[in-house]
Structure formats: C-alpha cells, structure tokens
C-alpha cells in the first residue's frame, strides 16, 4: 500500500523513527508522501527523502499559510521540484473553514501554485474545504499532469463530477467513522480506478484509534472499509489503489 499523504515529519514521530518506519512496513506500506505545509518544511521534508529510501515528499503552500507565499518560495519550488523524489506539488488549494475572510488571498496563492505544476508537469495535491465550488473551477482552468483531492469531503455527485474531469479523491480514516455516511456513498459509487489511500497523519486516525495519534499503519484499516463498502475483497483495494498512486505519482 502507498500512503499517498502523511505528516510524519511532525515531532511525534521522532523519536524513534526508524522503528517507527519498521513497523510501517510491517504493516504493508511500502511508500509514503509527505506533504509540505509552509516553507520552513521544505528542506526537511527534503532531507526525509534523501535518507529514506520509502519517503517521497510533495512542495507546496496550504492554503492556512498564504501569506508565507513569495518570490522567494516561488523559486523555492521550482528549485526542489527538480529532485527525483519530489513527486507532487501540494498541499495546496482553499480552505473556507479556517481563513473564509481571505478568500481572495488564498485563490492567489493557489493558482501561483498551479501555474507551476503546469510548467513543470506534476501532479497536484489539493486541499479542498468548505471551497469545493471555488476550487473545482480554479482547477478547471490550468492543464495539469495529475489532480489529488486530499482528504476528500464532497458529495458523491461532486466526487462524480471531479473524475469525469480526470481527478483522483484520496481516502483517509474519517470513511470509517459511523457518522461519515455521505463520504462512504462516495467511496460506493466512485471507480477504484480514482481512489487513493491516505491516513493525513497525525490526524484523523481510523477506527478502532479514532481520537489517537494517527500512523501509516493504520493504511490498511481504512482499506478495509473501502473493500466492505464496495463488497470486494481488500487484496483488490490494496493492489488497485497502489496501481493508482504508481500511475499518478511515477515513484523513482
């Protein structure tokens, strides 16, 4: 399995992180995207995938950190989207929870951000809340390798409408939470072809660890959910959502 979006650069998981690595891929992960979230991030996250071998990261600004955007990290990003295992630009997109009164700030900085993966041809990786309408038509607009809604918390019918345009929707714990119905109709009615495993650590973790600290090794609880919802075997969802990943990501 591919966690296609964890925080593990976060101090939590210092400590011992080789052992913390072990028992990921005990547990059946064999890759790991971190995303950055501001630029002070950047050269760690960078420093995580030169020095192990099942990290990979992404660049980007979230949309909560807007105003750390500039010149400078501009070029920032182009400079270390260059690197082999840099594999996406992101997280990056809007978020009408925190920050709604900034709105056009936040769209600014998201299509800067766009315009890059566009010239230099990698995947996106979006965060996308309380702003689907907004974000959905910004996407629209640039021609892009590959679209990732992280976390995805839209309607079955707006997840329809992102994989008719060609995106992808990423999957974390809150599928299974008993609360979470609209989002298990999604995972219902959207192709495995278009889903991708993520745990968002270190929040968000699944159930039966709703509430703790969240790890890659619960990937494989949240695949289970999908394969219940979907009455397939989890076997199939491991394979078919790491196919996935493969294909978007195009691990080196």
Known sequence: MIDTHSHINFEEYKKDFNGFLLEIKKNGVEKVIIPSVEPSTFDEILSYCENFDMIYGAIGVHPSEFQKYNDETEKEI???????????????????????????????????????????????????????????????????????????????????????????????????????????????????????????????????FRGKLNTPAYLKYIAQEIAYLKNIDIEQVKEQTTLNAQRIFNFR
């Open 78 to 208: 182009y400079k270390l989207s260059s690197c082999p295992k840099i594999v996406a630009i992101g997280e990056i997109g809007l978020d009408y929870y925190y920050g709604g009164e900034f709105k056009t700030e936040q769209q600014t900085v998201f299509r800067k951000q766009l315009e890059i993966a566009q010239k230099i041809k990698l995947p996106v990786i979006i965060h996308d809340r309380q702003a689907h309408e907004d974000t959905f038509n910004i996407v629209k607009d640039y021609k892009l390798t590959n679209v990732v809604f992280h976390c995805f918390s839209g309607s079955p019918e707006f997840a329809l409408k992102c994989i008719e345009n060609g995106y992808y929707i990423a999957i974390g714990g809150i599928v299974t939470f008993k609360n979470a119905k609209e989002l298990k109709e999604t995972v219902k009615t959207v192709p495995l072809d278009y889903i991708l495993l993520e745990t968002d650590a270190p929040y968000l973790a699944p159930v039966p």
